[in-house]
């Protein structure tokens, strides 16, 4: 692909991204700093502890802190120890928390469906599946270090 495609490509992607995120359900009263936390610790909840956290969401540690004390007060998540070592921290979500996570979700994934059923025609919506295969390859990909 040339430069230019690949640059127009990527804004395509982040329309899109930036669209899902605006049709998500609003978590109501929080942060977007606290709904992106929120969101890491339903992804990766073996890995949720705030130094984590804030490595994988390129968020300083203070910041995902005052992220965590509003889920904290929001009954979102709960902190628990580390049954591996007792000195660290594990987040988990709540109840609370994971009815909102599910609800975002389902908000997304219902708006992403209508458009398509909407505007996309059978053979353009097989296309679209195998454009995501080939997206998952991408995400996925590790530059080699020769």
Do not use: C, F, Y
């Not at 708006?111 to 059923?117: F, K, N, R």
């Amino acid at each position: 692909m040339r430069d230019d495609e690949i640059e127009r490509l990527r804004t395509q992607l982040k329309l899109l991204q930036r669209r899902l995120r605006q049709e998500a359900l609003p978590v109501t009263g929080l942060s977007l700093s606290a709904a992106r936390v929120l969101g890491a610790v339903a992804r990766s909840p073996e890995d949720a502890q705030p130094g984590n956290l804030a490595e994988q969401l390129t968020m300083s540690a203070p910041n995902v802190s005052a992220a965590l004390r509003e889920l904290d007060a929001a009954d979102m998540i709960a902190r628990t120890k580390d049954p591996g070592d007792a000195r660290k921290v594990r987040i988990v979500l709540t109840t609370h928390g994971r009815e909102m996570v599910a609800r975002s979700r389902h908000e997304r994934d219902s708006w992403l469906g209508q458009a398509i059923t909407s505007l996309l025609d059978e053979q353009e919506q097989q296309l679209l599946l195998l454009a995501g295969n080939l997206m998952e390859r991408l995400a996925g990909h590790q530059p080699s270090t020769a």
